[in-house]
C-alpha cells in the first residue's frame, strides 16, 4: 500500500480517474447544490469568450473551445427558467444578451450560421444550427417583448421552409451533406414555435410536412429510421431523445397531428422497458435496439429523462416519473462539484460515462449541463405535482 513517500504511475493514474469526474469527495450533495452548480458551469462557459454565446465545451488538456451558437440558443429558455424559480434578475439578463447576440450573427437572407463562432470567420447556414436558435430567439422575445427577436425568428424560419424539399426533407446545409435525419424533428418542433406569434403560413406547412415525413419512418419495433448522425447507423442516445422530443413537443403545439404523438410515445416507451429491464441505458443503439453497452452518453441520459416527463404530462403513468429520477441520478454520479483537477469543470456535465466513450470524447460539452439543469428542474415540478395529486387520490 502507499506511504505517501512514492506515488507510482498506475497510482496516479487511478487517482486522476477516481477523484474525476466522480462525486464521492462530497456525497452530502444535494440537487440543488446540482442544480445551481450546473448553472454556474453554463455561466463560466459564457465569461470565458469575450462575445455572448456559450462555448461549445471544456475539453480536457485544452479549456475551454470557442462559442456556440447553435446550443446557445437552447440554453437561452433554461437560463429564464431558472431566473424565475430562483429570482435572479442576473441570470436572465445573461439569456437576453445570449438572444440578442444571435440575431446580431443573422445573415441578409434570415439563415443562422452553422459551427462556431470565430471573428472574422463567416460561416455555412446550418439547418439544424438555425432552428435550435431559433429556440433562444422565441424565448428572448417571449420574456423582453423585443420585437427585433421575432422578426430575427421569422426571417430565420422562413429561410428553413424556403430551403426544404418539396418531401419535406433538408439536404443542403446538413450537417451530413444529402443527409436530412430524423432528429430534424428538433428543426419542426422551433419552426412551429415561432408560428405560435408570427402566424406564417409558409413555416407551418414546411414544418408539418417534415413532422410527417419523421413520423412515417416508425418501425414496427419503436425505432425511427435515420435518427443518428449518419444513415444505417447507431444512433447516440442523444438523438433518438432529440427525435422523441420533436415530435412531442410538436404535437402540444399541434395537436389535431396525433400520429407525431403516437410516434414518439412508441420509441419512448420502447426505450423505457429496456432502461427498466437493464437499469441503464446504453450510449447508442441500432435499429434492431442492440445497445452499444460500455458508455453511457449523459446528454442523452437527461433528454430521455425529459421525454419520459412528458409522457408522464400525457398519460398520468407515474412509471415514467420514476425512470427520469433513476436516469438522471445516473448522470449526477459524473458531476464533478469538488474536482482536484481543472477547476473549470465544477458543475459540468461530461459528454459520455466514462470520459473516454465515444460521445464527445474527454469533453463537457455545454448542453450536457443544460439539458442536465433541464431535466432536475422538471423533475421537482412532476414530484410536486405527484405530491399534490398522489394517484389513486380521490
Keep these: 500500500m502507499n506511504d505517501g513517500a512514492t506515488t507510482t504511475a498506475a497510482t496516479r493514474s487511478a487517482s486522476y480517474w477516481t477523484d474525476y469526474p466522480g462525486v464521492a469527495n462530497w456525497p452530502g450533495a444535494t440537487d440543488q447544490h446540482r442544480l445551481h452548480a450546473a448553472i454556474d458551469w453554463l455561466c463560466r462557459s459564457m465569461d470565458a469568450r469575450p462575445d455572448d454565446g456559450s462555448c461549445v465545451s471544456f475539453k480536457l488538456l485544452k479549456g475551454w ?163 443518428g448522425f449518419a444513415p444505417d447507423k447507431p444512433a447516440f442516445t442523444h438523438t433518438i431523445a432529440y427525435t422523441i422530443r420533436g415530435l412531442m413537443e410538436a404535437a402540444r403545439l399541434e395537436p389535431n397531428h396525433s400520429h407525431w404523438s403516437a410516434a414518439a410515445e412508441q420509441a419512448a416507451e420502447k426505450i423505457f422497458r429496456i432502461f427498466e429491464i437493464r437499469k441503464r441505458l446504453a450510449g447508442a443503439y441500432d435499429q434492431n435496439w442492440k445497445g452499444t453497452n460500455w458508455y453511457i452518453c449523459l446528454t442523452g441520459n437527461c433528454q430521455l429523462a425529459i421525454c419520459w416527463m412528458r409522457q408522464f404530462d400525457a398519460t ?64 421537482d415540478d412532476r414530484l410536486q405535482h405527484i405530491e399534490q395529486h398522489p394517484p389513486g387520490a380521490s
Design 65 to 227: 473551445s470557442y462559442s456556440y451558437p447553435e446550443t446557445t440558443g437552447y440554453i437561452i429558455p433554461t437560463f429564464y427558467r431558472y431566473a424565475a424559480i430562483y429570482q435572479r434578475p442576473d441570470i436572465a439578463e445573461r439569456a437576453t444578451r445570449m438572444a440578442r447576440w444571435l440575431a446580431s450573427l443573422q445573415q441578409e437572407d434570415g439563415a443562422l450560421p452553422g459551427s462556431d463562432y470565430r471573428p472574422g470567420i463567416v460561416r455555412e447556414p446550418s439547418v439544424f444550427n438555425a432552428a435550435q436558435m431559433l429556440i433562444g430567439l422565441v424565448a428572448g422575445y417571449e420574456e423582453t417583448g423585443d420585437e427585433s427577436l421575432l422578426v430575427a425568428a421569422d426571417r430565420a424560419a422562413t429561410w428553413l421552409a424556403s430551403i426544404q424539399n418539396d418531401d419535406g426533407t433538408w439536404t443542403k446545409f446538413a450537417y451530413r451533406s444529402g443527409f436530412s435525419p430524423s432528429y430534424y424533428t428538433r428543426v419542426c418542433w422551433p419552426m412551429l414555435m415561432t408560428v405560435v406569434h408570427s402566424h406564417n403560413e409558409q413555416v407551418r406547412a414546411a414544418a408539418v410536412r417534415g413532422l410527417d415525413h419523421i413520423a412515417a419512418k416508425l418501425q414496427p419495433n419503436g425505432a425511427i429510421r435515420d435518427w
Design 316 to 379: 398520468g403513468d407515474i412509471r415514467f416519473v420514476n425512470a427520469a429520477c433513476k436516469a438522471i441520478e445516473i448522470v449526477s454520479q459524473y458531476q464533478p462539484l469538488r474536482p482536484k483537477i481543472y477547476s473549470a469543470l465544477k458543475g459540468g456535465i461530461p459528454g459520455s460515462a466514462p470520459v473516454w466513450g465515444r460521445y464527445l470524447t474527454m469533453r463537457f460539452p455545454n448542453w450536457a449541463a443544460k439539458f442536465y439543469a433541464d431535466a432536475l428542474m422538471m423533475r
